[in-house]
């Protein structure tokens, strides 16, 4: 993959493949045949195994803290809930992954 490539990640780069059904369309699964020697393969929708399914949770929980009125007002409240995830959060996240 050309940006692993141009990181210098290369040789150690795997691709995370969450198995979600729309991610996994015959073309998709033809170019990451080719194109990705190392894939780490994961239960469709897995919240154990994809952090970031945890973080929407979080997040969808605070904004339903709010009364929401408006579309303006949802964004702002996700900017500002989005921006108030700590990293030791997302940290914690990741390593209650199984390796």
Not at 4 to 27: C, E, V
Not at 67 to 83: D, F, G, P, T, V
Request: charge should be positive; include cysteine; charged fraction near 20%.
């Amino acid at each position: 993959m050309q940006s692993a490539s141009n990181l210098g990640i290369s040789r150690h780069f795997k691709l995370y493949q969450d198995n979600d059904p729309k991610h996994t369309a015959d073309i998709c699964k033809l170019w990451v045949l080719y194109h990705c020697p190392g894939v780490i393969k994961t239960p469709a929708q897995s919240s154990d195994l994809n952090p970031i399914e945890h973080v929407w949770d979080y997040l969808q929980q605070k904004i339903n803290e709010h009364n929401i009125s408006n579309k303006q007002e949802l964004i702002k409240r996700m900017i500002e809930e989005w921006a108030k995830i700590s990293g030791s959060f997302c940290s914690k996240l990741i390593k209650s992954m199984s390796n």
